[in-house]
């Protein structure tokens, strides 16, 4: 034994506490500590119980020191031990004492993946911050990404020798030989004998556990993958491809060339190529990648079918046989949890209590005097894993009664995963009745009646006990039919698809007769025999061996449950040993876990066996298993050659399997393989120093009868040649038929016809697909590298699920996560497979050390595989979906991770080393010059994209206000003329009217401001005034009183008393941009100004003279101030762009006057209208409606404060429709305040006598594009109050004019005044095109399509011209460029733009390099295009309608493309129920995604990897960023825009408070 390098007795010996306690402590001490070791490496214990329990159990038997916990001081021995524990062998380095799973460990393995990360040097990579964390937040530099120059290879990475080919010449396959390694020692199946060779020259590896460790904490690399192109500069023109050095393969799956070729040559309207930007790049095949040069093979033929003199026609018939001549032969014994038998089922047993149940199930149950069931129905078997008796007698009591017994899981709760599912194919199946026991019946979650509740998804059933009181003996005269085994179907087996649907697949009873017989030749069963199971007897091998073929053969069953596997995982070897049991059929892990506990038995022997059969013995890594196994138990009495792995697959029952060793068989097989050759489908030995290997056994030889070819995966299933890997198929009467209903399916999988490469069919007979993936080797042995469940494409590269779970488990330490519960899979974003690794974290681990072993694992696997892994994420302890019999489930995971319910406690995504499809960057051409373009479009027709409103000279009005030039005389004219008409009403929060202002109200009242600010301030004309007033009549009044003074007025928000540290900062700038000499404000917002709260934020003793206005003398002014021009500055406009700019713009005289006049015009005002303002008065419009357009018109205006709707949401709609108001304005922010807080109140404002059918128009002042979700759905909701959904429109203004569209009236009879315009028309562009600055209209609801709303009609008086943003040309009609506006109410420039006042000095004056070169224009900086409709407006002309895109300043330069912030963030808010608000900037070259969580906090995770996906997925762009939010954060400025350049300041500054910091590397 000591000579063995024993993987599993190096384990045993760091388990057990130390070897002098060891060897004191009782049997079943030590029985229950492998119990909890198995416990915690299987997650099922938490590590503080495991502590707890063992510190327990090894109390008494420790001499316990003063003060010390127990647990923590075996804790001490423990370490102490492994550190001093003698190397055993230079090939096994003693591990932790929680490395465990041998299911997937090799020695090699292990090896490669410490070689690989050991390449890798220590670089930092940003760790994600998580709020309440203890660590520290990284700084911004630490954040920036890493540099990408790739590290140096390791000097000292391990070597292998060349693998030296067997020389004995092959009949069969002479191509495959030389790729092939045998080992035909006496060992079969001994890794020991692959390791040493593999090592020749390496490094010795006697370190202990504890160096090995450091060793592996120092070679930890935060490390940007090398060997991986560097990540794409997302905002500038990197020249560097995009594509590293790392093979890339041809097409993307599911894409054809021609599809490709059509995206990329985008038609934009005008015809001109919309360069690449829409075409996802496709790799290039490798042309160094191998490629299969074997011949094709040829079909593989097992030997022929033995013939039997006294076969039995049918299974049945063999237990009528043995029930009625060996009635007292026993056939299955069943065990208790303590492994005792707790009853033996005999022959004669099954045979009568069979037929009982099938006399009952046909005679005794009964609907409306209807038999319940016929010949051919379905009935479910709901048995636990411990009751195999009731199983076995409800199975064969169906066949009995000619029904189709559906073996499914016992359903635990009413969400288990994947039971939705299962209840599908039962509801396809149309089971109506469920069998089971009286225990699990009792056990099965209850409705309130009593009665066995509807699990989601399932159809009603009838729930059945099988048990003895239930059943009848039928009468002496009835005899069950028992006919020959036909192509009825005998049973259906579910299986569960990589997508996680569950299939039906239906057996005959010639197929089940036929499989039976091919196994009792295949395992040389005899009568009689012996045989331990320890897999679920419902299906698969556990069904075939120990239901089905055992009863052919009469032979006794011993059925292991996997509660007892739990509990004694050696009671699967104590039975063989106590039953001498010549057959035990078991799993991998059933195997590994024996390894754990296999010290305490010193007395089992296993000589009995003559098979053990490994039913996964197709997964790669069973041979692990094996092997350690072997080494073990060898001494035990174990003989190599019974070791007998089989391959099977639900769809073709058993492939293949290792025939026992009596058969006179060739030696089994061995191969090494190269993991890149494999990914590429070729098998090459491994013969150069490669780390990346995997190490197969043989599954043996073909079953008799059966015949056996290796396809092409996808598409036409042509044979492949004999180096090459597919999807293996075979031909044979021992298969399934089919799936249960599912013709489509049925024919792809069970009647396949392999075609060879001239297209001729292999032969007559259909194959049936196995989904396994492999080929055949040397001596027509059949190898296994995978399945197609686990494939996983990428690239045009396979991968294997299994593969990357064992490289993640392979790297130390792996005291992070528990073994056994990591999922692997593949989920499809940007036309391409990308592989997720979700694992169970321990919840002692730390966020560092977890972020630690992440990276690790993301550096082995890409070592390894050459992969990038997509995504990896920890979930707490215990919350993966389990599947029934242990394990994960994985398609209820990777549903769960698509639809954001994963809920991660650690999340790392990589999409910049993964992602290597991109499209490339555009290159910015020369521009085309603007003659060139003028004349292009003249050429193609195509008229240069300008409109104007209506002239307003031509305009005949009884305007009397225009013979005014100055609104202080049109004021005081109303004073005079109609002294009593009320301009203003103001309305408060209970909707009362608060006060009122008639014509001369306000003249007086503005007389004694004026008389103030002159007397009390002492001020001179031309002085600035800020007025710091809440909206109301107030700052109307005083606005005037500048003008009469002759002062400038300046319109400043009051500071919220509420949150003064960030609102009295703006109030305090603004007044010192705007040069102020003088506020004038209430006496509470005054006091406020000079308090102690505002000293903290701002430096109150540098405020100018604060004026109040609440009680001002009544004095009459001697005169009004006349300005000697209109050209003459009137008031200042400030407002703080969503760019986070603070610009104030001069508004002269006549600019307001005309300005007045044109809305005037456009809405047709006059004294006897009222109209409704909703809107804040400080800026842009919302102050033109407020202050000046009622003074000039003389219409009565409502106003409502937006702030009170925070108090009263109904307010504004409550006014409209008590005033009857026609037309009423509002911003985006209150109507998404009435769409949130009124959506589902309509039917209370409807008793409320809440009637909108009076609004001809409502109209929303905007500076940004019409928001026409928002839109719509007001519209939609407010409909059932009789708003018309044509009522809603946008307006459009900017800094440099507040007016540029309005819509009109357009529901009034008023087309003979030449005023109504036609709708506002909505059309769908293609986004891809609009990043290339073009406009390319597409259809509703095509792919990349974004709806875009006119945004009004242009006003009378404005011209409107569409410019390239560089060469300043005019643009052709569709073509997108930046508005040009020319008007008499354009602003005369900025006041001061804070802090950049020369880059703006042509925003007001700039003119066409081409064309007409005489007008002046104002630069709005917005994209936008102007399209001529087909519609026609009053006067016959043919409408032209502006499309606003965007502000060109929020723009997002991103690989030489041009995006719009909203399209991304739309998108985004998509992604996931919880986000209620997102917002993108860039940082440095990366994109930044803050998004606003409305949920709890465990959601916050989910979001990374959702919103990584949709960025990718509709815009082509790699998330750098993702932030994760509380509501709220997202500042908002006063229209509702987005203030994104605030919140990128916020958090470069470190200010948000984020849930959470995810950094995408």
């Not at 560092?848 to 993301?858: A, I, N, T, Y």
């Not at 006042?1397 to 390099?1409: M, N, P, R, V, W």
């Amino acid at each position: 034994m000591a000579e063995r390098s024993s993987t599993g007795l190096m384990m045993m010996m760091m388990v057990e506490p130390s070897p002098a306690l060891a060897l004191t402590l009782p049997a079943e001490v030590r029985e229950k500590l492998a119990e909890l070791e198995l416990e915690l490496s299987e997650g099922d214990i938490t590590q503080k119980g495991y502590e707890k329990k063992r510190g327990k159990l090894l109390a008494p038997y420790i001499p316990q020191i003063q003060g010390v916990d127990p647990s923590l001081q075996v804790d001490h021995r423990i370490q102490a031990s492994t550190q001093a524990a003698p190397p055993t062998s230079k090939h096994n380095k003693p591990r932790a004492a929680n490395s465990r799973d041998e299911r997937f460990r090799s020695d090699l393995h292990t090896e490669a993946v410490q070689a690989a990360l050991a390449k890798y040097k220590e670089r930092k990579m940003p760790m994600p911050s998580k709020r309440r964390s203890v660590l520290v937040q990284s700084s911004v530099e630490a954040c920036t990404p890493p540099d990408t120059s790739s590290a140096s290879e390791d000097e000292g990475s391990l070597r292998r020798q060349g693998r030296v080919a067997s020389s004995s010449p092959y009949q069969a396959h002479p191509t495959v030989e030389h790729w092939f390694n045998r080992v035909i020692q006496g060992s079969s199946t001994s890794s020991s004998a692959s390791s040493t060779s593999s090592h020749p020259g390496g490094r010795s590896h006697n370190a202990t556990a504890g160096s090995a460790a450091t060793v592996l904490a120092d070679l930890m690399a935060h490390t940007q993958l090398d060997n991986h192109c560097a990540p794409p500069d997302v905002t500038g023109l990197s020249e560097r491809s995009l594509h590293g050095e790392r093979s890339q393969v041809a097409s993307v799956r599911g894409l054809s060339r021609g599809y490709t070729h059509t995206s990329s040559t985008m038609e934009t309207a005008d015809g001109s190529d919309a360069g690449d930007g829409g075409a996802i790049d496709v790799q290039q095949p490798d042309p160094n990648q191998p490629k299969p040069e074997g011949v094709q093979m040829s079909p593989l033929h097992g030997e022929p079918m033995g013939v039997v003199t006294n076969r039995p026609p049918s299974l049945l018939a063999s237990l009528q046989r043995w029930g009625t001549a060996q009635p007292k032969s026993p056939c299955l014994t069943a065990l208790d949890n303590a492994g005792k038998p707790i009853y033996t089922l005999t022959y004669g047993k099954l045979w009568t209590r069979s037929q009982k149940l099938a006399y009952t199930l046909l005679n005794k149950l009964s609907t409306r005097n209807e038999p319940l069931l016929r010949p051919g129905d379905r009935v479910a078997l709901v048995f636990p894993n411990n009751d195999p008796v009731m199983f076995m007698v409800a199975f064969y009591g169906c066949l009995l009664a000619e029904l189709v017994p559906v073996p499914i899981e016992v359903p635990l709760t009413r969400k288990d995963a994947g039971s939705q599912q299962i209840g599908f194919l039962l509801g396809s199946c149309g089971v109506t009745l469920a069998l089971t026991t009286d225990a699990c019946q009792k056990g099965l979650p209850k409705a309130q009646t009593g009665e066995v509740a509807t699990f989601k998804g399932w159809p009603r059933l009838l729930w059945f006990v099988t048990d003895g009181k239930h059943v009848v003996k039928p009468p002496k005269d009835w005899i069950p039919p028992i006919r020959d085994a036909s192509n009825e179907t005998a049973y259906v087996e579910y299986k569960t698809s990589k997508e996680g649907s569950t299939m039906g697949i239906t057996v005959s009873h010639a197929a089940m007769l036929a499989h039976c017989h091919a196994l009792t030749q295949a395992c040389g069963y005899a009568e009689g025999e012996t045989i331990t199971n320890v897999l679920d007897f419902k299906r698969d091998a556990g069904l075939w061996h120990g239901v089905l073929t055992s009863v052919m053969n009469r032979m006794h069953v011993i059925s292991i449950p996997y509660s007892l596997m739990k509990v004694n995982p050696l009671s699967w070897i104590q039975k063989v040993h106590t039953y001498k049991a010549r057959v035990a059929v078991v799993k991998s892990r059933d195997m590994h876990w024996s390894l754990l506990s296999q010290k305490d038995q010193r007395d089992v022997s296993l000589g009995s066996l003559r098979m053990l059969i490994v039913a996964d013995g197709a997964n790669p890594w069973s041979i692990s298993s094996c092997d350690a196994f072997l080494n073990v138990f060898q001494a035990r009495g174990l003989r190599p050659e019974v070791i007998c792995p089989c391959a099977s697959s639900a769809e073709a029952m058993t492939v293949a399997i290792r025939r026992p060793p009596e058969m006179g068989v060739p030696p089994p097989g061995k191969a090494v393989l190269s993991m890149s050759s494999l990914s590429h489908s070729v098998i090459r030995v491994d013969t150069e120093e490669k780390l990346s290997v995997l190490t197969l056994q043989d599954v043996g030889q073909v079953m008799p009868g059966a015949m056996v070819c290796v396809v092409r995966p996808e598409g036409t299933p042509f044979l492949c040649r004999t180096d090459e890997v597919g999807e293996i198929c075979v031909s044979s009467c021992t298969t399934g038929i089919s799936y249960f209903g599912l013709p489509g399916m049925t024919k792809n999988v069970f009647e396949t016809i392999p075609v060879t490469s001239s297209g001729s069919p292999v032969s007559d007979r259909p194959f049936t697909r196995t989904s396994l993936l492999g080929f055949i080797g040397p001596d027509n042995l059949l190898f296994v590298v995978g399945k197609m469940d686990g494939l996983m494409v990428v690239s045009g590269r396979r991968h294997n699920a299994d593969d990357v779970v064992a490289t993640a488990l392979a790297v130390e330490p792996m005291k992070f996560v528990y073994r056994g519960r990591i999922a692997v899979f593949s989920v499809c974003v940007l036309h391409d497979e990308r592989i997720v690794v979700v694992a169970e974290q321990r919840p002692d681990a730390s966020e560092e050390d977890s972020f630690q072993w992440m990276s690790r694992v993301l550096q082995a696997i890409d070592s390894i595989h050459q992969v990038g892994v997509y995504c990896l994420a920890l979930v707490p302890a215990n919350t993966l979906p389990k599947a029934p019999l242990g394990g994960i489930h994985i398609s209820e995971t990777k549903q769960r991770f698509l639809e954001g319910a994963l809920h991660p406690c650690n999340v790392l995504m990589c999409p910049h080393t993964c992602v290597t499809n991109l499209p490339k960057p555009r290159q910015k051409q020369p521009e085309v010059g603007p003659a060139s373009m003028i004349v292009g479009n003249l050429v193609a027709g195509k008229r240069i994209a300008q409109a104007c409103g209506r002239d307003v000279a031509q305009l005949e009005d009884n305007d009397q206000a225009r013979k005014f030039l100055y609104m202080q005389d049109v004021l005081q004219w109303r004073a005079q003329a109609t002294p009593d008409h009320p301009l203003f009403l103001l309305l408060n929060a209970k909707g009362t009217v608060a006060s009122t202002a008639s014509c001369v109200q306000i003249h007086k009242r503005a007389e004694r401001v004026a008389v103030a600010l002159m007397e009390r301030g002492r001020l001179n004309t031309g002085d600035h005034v800020a007025l710091v007033y809440p909206p109301g009549i107030d700052l109307i009044a005083t606005f005037y009183g500048c003008l009469y003074a002759g002062c400038v007025p300046v319109t400043v928000r009051p500071p919220h008393p509420q949150n003064l540290a960030t609102t009295l900062p703006t109030v305090k700038m603004i007044v010192e941009v705007s040069k102020s000499v003088c506020i004038l404000t209430t006496q509470a917002i005054m006091k406020l100004l000079k308090s102690k709260e505002a000293a903290a934020a701002v430096d109150v003793k540098t405020w100018p003279m604060v004026l109040d206005t609440d009680d001002l003398p009544r004095k009459k002014l001697p005169q009004i101030y006349k300005p000697p021009t209109p050209e003459m500055l009137a008031y200042l406009d400030f407002s703080v762009s969503t760019t986070g700019i603070l610009a104030g713009v001069k508004m002269s005289h006549a600019a307001t006057s005309a300005l007045c006049r044109s809305i005037k015009l456009q809405c047709e005002l006059y004294p006897s209208r009222q109209i409704a303002i909703c809107l804040d008065p400080y800026c842009g419009l919302g102050f033109a409606l407020w202050c000046l357009c009622s003074v000039y018109s003389g219409h009565q205006s409502i106003l409502v404060p937006p702030l009170e709707l925070e108090s009263n949401v109904s307010l504004w709609l409550s006014a409209v429709s008590q005033f009857k108001v026609r037309v009423t304005f509002c911003s985006y922010s209150v109507m998404e305040m009435c769409t949130k807080g009124l959506g589902s109140q309509t039917e209370a404002l409807r008793l409320r006598n809440v009637n909108l059918s009076c609004v001809r128009t409502c109209m929303v002042v905007a500076e940004e594009r019409p928001r026409i979700a928002l839109t719509q759905s007001f519209s939609k909701i407010f409909k059932d109050l009789g708003l018309s959904p044509r009522a809603v429109s946008t307006t459009f203004g900017c800094r440099v004019n507040v007016a540029i569209c309005l819509q009109p009236n357009r529901l009034g009879n008023l087309a003979e005044q030449g005023t109504a315009g036609p709708d506002p028309t909505t059309v769908y562009v293609d986004m891809r095109a609009l990043r290339h600055d073009r406009v390319r209209l597409v259809e509703r609801g095509s792919p990349h399509s974004l709806p875009l709303m006119e945004s009004g009609k242009i006003l009378p008086g404005v011209k409107v011209i569409i410019a390239n943003t560089e060469t300043k040309g005019p643009l052709g009609d569709s073509h997108l460029g930046e508005i040009w506006v020319s008007s008499p109410h354009n602003a005369t420039g900025y006041y001061t733009v804070y802090g950049e006042e020369a880059l703006h000095a042509d925003h007001f004056c700039t003119k066409l390099s081409f064309g007409d070169t005489q007008t002046v224009w104002a630069r709005t900086g917005y994209l936008g295009f102007l399209r001529r409709t087909e519609l026609t407006d009053a006067s016959g002309e043919r409408h032209d309608a502006l499309y606003v895109v965007g502000s060109l300043d929020e723009t997002l330069e991103l690989r030489g493309m041009r995006y719009h912030p909203i399209d991304i963030e739309t998108s985004v808010i998509r992604a996931h129920k919880s986000i209620a608000e997102c917002a993108v900037f860039t940082w440095t070259n990366l994109l930044v995604v803050v998004v606003e969580l409305e949920g709890s906090e465990q959601e916050a995770l989910d979001l990374v990897a959702l919103v990584t996906n949709v960025v990718l997925e509709e815009h082509f762009l790699i998330v750098g960023v993702v932030v994760v939010v509380d509501p709220g954060v997202i500042p908002i400025n006063s229209r509702g825009e987005k203030q994104r350049m605030h919140l990128r300041d916020g958090f470069l500054a470190d200010q948000l408070d984020p849930i959470y910091v995810a950094y995408n590397m």
